[in-house]
């Protein structure tokens, strides 16, 4: 069965440090990767998603995203977060069904 | 545009009681897809409908839990007689096709707490 892991569960870091959260798939074939965020109190939001091309995928709100196929990674990258940045960050993959296999999510906290 | 609608936002039960949750999906979407998140877990498949017609259950409880997308109205997820574990959020996404590529909208979640 596909999985997804987040090796990250709590990250504490200070206005304008950079941030790279990781993600792990374990699929052989032909995956599609989203990050989606969730901040306080709203519902998930997609951030970015990769299907096909270009392995660097630039997303929503500077947020950056790189697919290793041979690392089985699809990090989440930020230079310089901001404290509105605070949220709940998901990795989710689809292994061509519909459904959706989420990691248990990051919380960051971006002190200002 | 409105976005997915779930109501209740949160719901509350007591062991044995019926829950009932509605998810109305965004306008031109007739895919839907529940997911439930336990405590300190990541969200995980439950069911994915069209307009009346269950696509893929593999997520979902053998036993008290079911789903439905009437040709009229808002999908429903129904937990019978619910018990302490089933206490989670409940996430519903719609996409306007089925396919991988179509990007899933999520609701806010109903908070269901079984007392």
């Known amino acids: 069965a596909q999985s997804v892991s987040q090796h990250n569960h709590h990250v504490i870091l200070s206005e304008a440090a950079s941030l790279e959260l990781g993600c792990n798939y374990s699929?052989?074939?032909?995956?599609?990767l989203f990050w989606y965020v969730q901040y306080p109190g709203q519902h998930l939001q997609l951030l970015l998603k990769?299907?096909?091309?270009?392995?660097l995928v630039k997303g929503i709100k500077g947020f950056e995203a790189e697919f290793i196929k041979s690392k089985f990674s699809f990090n989440l990258r930020k230079p310089s977060v901001q404290w509105s940045d605070t949220a709940e960050y998901f990795c989710?993959?689809?292994?061509?069904?519909?459904?959706?296999?989420f990691g248990t999510g990051t919380r960051l906290l971006v002190s200002p | 545009n409105a976005g997915v609608m779930q109501n209740p936002r949160h719901l509350v039960r007591r062991r044995g009681q019926e829950a009932r949750l509605r998810c109305s999906p965004m306008?031109?979407?007739?895919?839907v897809y529940w997911y439930r998140q336990l405590p300190e877990e990541g969200l995980k498949f439950m069911v994915y409908l069209q307009k009346e017609n269950i696509i893929d259950e593999s997520g979902m409880p053998k036993e008290r839990f079911s789903a439905e997308f009437p040709k009229e109205g808002p999908s429903i997820l129904r937990i019978q007689q619910v018990v302490r574990g089933d206490s989670a959020a409940y996430f519903c996404a719609s996409s306007p096709a089925g396919g991988v590529y179509n990007e899933q909208f999520f609701g806010p979640g109903t908070r269901l707490t079984v007392l």
């Open positions: 699929y052989g074939g032909t995956v599609n």
């Open positions: 990769y299907f096909s091309g270009d392995p």
């Open positions: 306008k031109g979407h007739s895919h």
């Open positions: 989710a993959v689809n292994t061509g069904f519909q459904k959706l296999v």
